[in-house]
């Protein structure tokens, strides 16, 4: 049997699956796809009516991430890697939790959206399930909501954030993105007016001081000059005093940068989480000693250059003494930017996040690279600072050469000079730092309020019904598919075709019924012209023309299992045969559960059994049928040994004797997977039908049937598909008549 199997799977020429045939399923399902369709859509429709509609509003600001750098004493070096990720650090000021705070005390102080108080503001009111009586939500609840309903987005390329706003209410949206956006302008304002107001009372500082050094040098200087009598020096020596004053001054100026750069750097580091603390010094403490001497390259040519020409100030317009000063301005800019390449890659090289962004990343990442820039600036001026150190000691030398009476005249001129030019610096820079807080904008700029939207953006009806039709169709279409692929029953001809079976006809199924009425099953007779006579008719025809040359004398029908409808189709074939003139012979082999002397309304207890037990002759049990050229022979008396009846040598016998005496024999049998009788009539008859239900039959049971008949008279069995539903398998209606007709058939 396994070696038969196994041919068969050679033989059969599986077609593929054509577009005829997935348009077949989806006309056979459609109205699981219409349903669907219906109820996703529907469910679409009704969620944007009765869901709330939501309303957005937006704001835009500015930042200028260049405005925003603090102002310093000496302007060293730029901090052009700090402003990458500017805009980033203000973004998450802006979704904090200190600035939500804000908003919220502000909302809960107005109250209302307009001046009548007519339309409250909806944030604020208590939740709905609360069991308390307050009036309003708390602080920290509506800073919870305002996270909910507040997006902030930074517009690629540039450095404009967008606040937008979500509410029921289109006023509110409005307003609270508003709100957000002033209060953090203002936050920004008196931020950056904190800056520069430290940096200006720092400078307040220092000129009091300075005022104070200054006011003692004048008194010393009066004081020795008239104990003495010493008016003035000569012009060499007022030459020294003033080159030295003017190196000290500006080594004053570079101390009093220190200063602020250290207090400065201490904030950094304040700033710096307690766990981060060790991993900042660290990277704050590494050196790159090529930067080193560059920085004191750089700051020996710049003091070599203001010295040159403070020294020679009636040269300065000379052609080759400009050539000179210009050979060392290209000197300063090449080492310049040498210094500004190297400590770009020094800080690459300690904050690999600056360019890969996986590592120290955010506010941290500014606050330790503020701090490792601020540690380079003050080595800068300790570089610029030793270099005047040296250029003064060289004065010094000079100084001290001068006559001994005056030289104490000198050193009281000298410092009076240096204090004077300090405090006259340090006031010009007292003055710009008072002008700078008092003129402090901010660095944020608000471009664009939000206007009240007059178009919800939310539920978007349009998408959300198209989305629905589309989803439910699509839904549909699967549910469909997974269906007919879990289902597995036989719906079409083509699903037999697609496995290769041999396909005698199709049987048409009565519209709200069964094929065959209950009144009169033999509708070959009642209903001659009817579309289901003609379908016997084609299956007979087919039956005719596919033997291949044999003499078709006996054929067996059978199913898989009960209920499809075999029998009535053996009856309906023997009266379309008759009409040919044959003589035929309708005999009932199922012996378990016999069925077909009901359609020929004839006696069932006097048949095939008798005769093989040896009880009747066979003229005693053929019947005369009310058919003309149709016989019967009933399955006869029970017996519990079918099975041994069937394959004894007196059915042998019955079959021989009959074919003498008949065109044709027609045997009805159990169904296969019900017992062993139709496997063993299949190697008696010379034709085997196997007749299939449409949508009840599974290819499984199909296919074992199969496998139990074999290959008698090595030849596939044909397939019969009866019950066939042209509505159900392609959507095609009736005709007016009730019935269908599909003359299907496959040659084998």
């Known amino acids: 049997m396994a070696s038969n199997n196994e041919a068969n799977n050679k033989k059969r020429k599986v077609p593929d699956i054509s577009f005829q045939d997935y348009l077949g399923i989806i006309l056979r399902g459609k109205w699981i796809i219409i349903s669907t369709l219906i109820i996703i859509s529907s469910t679409a429709f009704i969620y944007t009516r009765f869901v709330d509609p939501v309303y ?109 706003a979500k509410s029921r209410n289109p006023r509110e949206s409005a307003f609270i993105a508003n709100i957000i956006a002033k209060i953090y302008y203002d936050r920004n304002i008196q931020t950056s007016r904190a800056k520069s107001r430290a940096f200006r009372e720092f400078l307040e500082a220092q000129l009091i001081d300075k005022r104070r050094a200054l006011s003692d040098a004048e008194d010393s200087l009066q004081d020795y000059m008239d104990k003495h ?6 012009e060499e020596s007022k030459k020294l005093i003033d080159q030295l004053a003017r190196l000290e001054s500006q080594r004053d100026e570079i101390d009093i940068s220190v200063q602020s750069l250290t207090k400065a750097l201490a904030s950094y580091q304040e700033e710096i989480p307690e766990q981060q603390k060790n991993t900042a010094k660290a990277i704050g403490d590494a050196n790159d000693p090529y930067i080193r001497l560059l920085q004191e390259q750089l700051a020996k040519l710049e003091v070599q250059r203001d010295v040159t020409v403070a020294q020679n100030p009636s040269i300065v317009d000379k052609d080759n003494y400009n050539k000179k000063i210009s050979e060392v301005d290209e000197q300063i800019k ?51 600072k030793n270099a005047l150190n040296d250029v003064i000691a060289t004065y010094e030398k000079q100084f001290g050469q001068l006559p001994g009476k005056n030289i104490r005249f000198a050193r009281f001129q000298r410092t009076k000079i240096s204090n004077e030019k300090l405090y006259t610096t340090i006031q010009e820079k007292y003055n710009e730092a008072l002008m700078t807080e008092q003129s402090q904008f901010g660095y944020v700029e608000i471009i664009d309020h939000a206007t009240i939207p007059d178009k919800p953006s939310s539920p978007k009806v349009f998408l959300i019904s198209l989305l629905g039709i589309v989803l439910g169709f699509v839904l549909g279409i699967v549910i469909l598919f997974v269906k007919e692929r879990v289902d597995l029953r036989i719906q ?69 299992k009960p209920g499809e409808g075999k029998t009535t189709i053996l009856a309906n074939l023997a009266i379309a045969f008759s009409q040919l003139g044959k003589k035929i012979l309708a005999t009932d082999a199922d012996l378990r559960k016999p069925t077909l002397h009901k359609y020929f309304d004839c006696e069932p207890h006097q048949g095939l059994t008798d005769f093989l037990l040896g009880r009747l002759s066979i ?62 009539l299949s190697t008696m008859a010379d034709q085997v039908l196997i007749v299939v239900a449409a949508g009840d039959t599974r290819y499984t049971e199909l296919l074992h049937a199969i496998e139990e008949l074999g290959e008698p008279q090595g030849k596939l069995p044909g397939v019969v598909l009866n019950k066939f539903n042209l509505y159900r398998a392609y959507g095609i209606p009736y005709g007016r008549s009730g019935y269908g007709y599909y003359p299907y058939a496959s040659k084998s």
């Open 229 to 234: 009598g010493i008016v003035s020096l000569d």
């Open 492 to 560: 079409t001809p083509e699903d037999l075709k697609r496995e290769g079976l041999s396909i005698r006809g199709a049987i048409i199924q009565v519209k709200d019924g069964l094929l065959s009425p209950k009144e009169n099953p033999l509708l070959v007779m009642s209903q001659p012209f009817s579309p289901a006579a003609e379908a016997f008719k084609h299956l007979r025809t087919n039956l005719q023309y596919v033997s291949d040359g044999r003499d078709i004398r006996s054929i067996l029908i059978t199913s898989s």
């Open 56 to 164: 957005k509003a937006t704001a835009s600001i500015l930042i200028n991430p260049r405005l925003a750098q603090p102002t310093i004493f000496v302007d060293v070096l730029r901090r052009s890697e700090g402003e990458k990720n500017f805009t980033q650090n203000e973004m998450e000021i802006l979704k904090s939790k200190m600035l939500a705070l804000d908003v919220a005390q502000r909302l809960l102080g107005q109250r209302y959206l307009d001046s009548a108080k007519l339309l409250p503001i909806l944030i604020i009111q208590p939740a709905k399930e609360s069991e308390n009586t307050q009036q309003f939500a708390s602080l920290s609840g509506i800073a919870n909501r305002l996270e909910q309903v507040v997006d902030f987005a930074a517009l690629p390329e540039t450095d404009v954030i967008q606040i937008t």
């Open 619 to 680: 003229d005693e049990i053929i019947q005369q049928t009310k058919v003309e050229n149709v016989h019967f022979v009933s399955s006869g008396v029970k017996s519990q040994k079918t099975t041994e009846l069937i394959s004894s040598a007196q059915m042998g016998k019955f079959l021989d004797e009959m074919k003498k005496r008949y065109d044709l024999i027609l045997l009805d049998s159990p169904p296969v997977l019900a017992g062993t009788e139709p496997t063993i």
């Open 334 to 384: 090449h080492l310049r930017t040498q210094l500004q390449k190297r400590t770009n890659e020094f800080l690459g090289t300690l904050l690999p996040g600056a360019q890969t962004g996986t590592e120290t990343a955010g506010y941290l990442k500014q606050i330790i690279q503020k701090n490792i820039e601020t540690k380079m600036e003050l080595q800068t001026l300790q570089a610029k």
